[in-house]
């Protein structure tokens, strides 16, 4: 199975910083069709999941420009450029391209 | 609007059965990939199994193979999932999801506790 490895773990940010969040994974991650299938996922207090970033680089409708993902073969990166108290939350990895798709442990964003 | 709604969660002894529904609505069911996700209580995500569009290709995480089976009404657009001889370690919450390599809709999810 393809392991994906998130650090940080926990991430305590002051408000208007930036963060940054590592994703790893143990294979390339790139698909026979091309494409990368690798997912960031943020998950706020009390609610289901939803998706902000998938194929590595490419923001969903409604996400902030503040996120961005980038990255290429086994090592990628979620970026928040300027932190915002709604951004408090844990955020997830996932990769799509092998089977059984696989989620890095999750970083737990937090406000100093 | 995407709208997915689980439901058959709830109470269940070790060894005992379920079955999950997930019923889609807001995008052309056929076309896609659906996969069931779980949450056990104050931990990470573990992806559990995806269907792909006609439930002709099925893939299963270890834990759950020979135990869960995954399905689709393609003619009333739902998702379901049968899970026989559930363990303790199966209590989670249970989302069902729109895809199934970058999956781009979650549901709200049903809560699954097996417990004596």
């Known amino acids: 199975d393809v392991v994906m490895t998130q650090s940080p773990l926990s991430l305590p940010v002051t408000l208007g910083q930036p963060a940054s969040i590592s994703c790893r994974s143990s294979?390339?991650?790139?698909?026979?069709?091309?494409?990368?299938?690798l997912t960031w996922f943020q998950q706020r207090p009390g609610q289901s999941p939803r998706r902000l970033i998938y194929e590595v680089s490419n923001r969903d409708s409604g996400v902030p420009d503040r996120f961005s993902g980038s990255g290429s073969g086994t090592d990628f990166t979620l970026k928040i450029s300027r932190v915002e108290a709604e951004d408090v939350g844990v955020y997830y990895c996932?990769?799509?391209?092998?089977?059984?798709?696989?989620f890095g442990q999750g970083t737990k964003v937090e406000i100093k | 609007e995407v709208q997915l709604v689980e439901s058959g969660g709830g109470l269940v002894q070790p060894g005992g059965s379920l079955r999950l529904s997930c019923a889609a609505s807001?995008?052309?069911?056929?076309?896609?990939?659906m996969t069931w996700v779980r949450q056990a209580p104050g931990k990470g995500l573990e992806w559990v199994a995806s269907i792909n569009v006609d439930g002709s290709e099925k893939y299963y995480v270890d834990s759950v193979k020979g135990r869960f089976t995954i399905s689709r009404d393609n003619a009333k657009n739902s998702l379901h999932l049968q899970m026989n001889s559930l363990r303790a370690e199966d209590s989670a919450v249970y989302y069902c999801?729109?895809?199934?390599?970058?999956?781009?809709?979650w549901g709200q999810g049903t809560l699954v506790t097996v417990s004596s």
């Open positions: 807001g995008f052309t069911f056929t076309r896609y990939w």
């Open positions: 294979q390339r991650l790139v698909y026979s069709d091309g494409n990368t299938y």
């Open positions: 996932m990769q799509g391209t092998h089977w059984p798709r696989t």
């Open positions: 999801l729109v895809g199934a390599y970058g999956p781009d809709y």
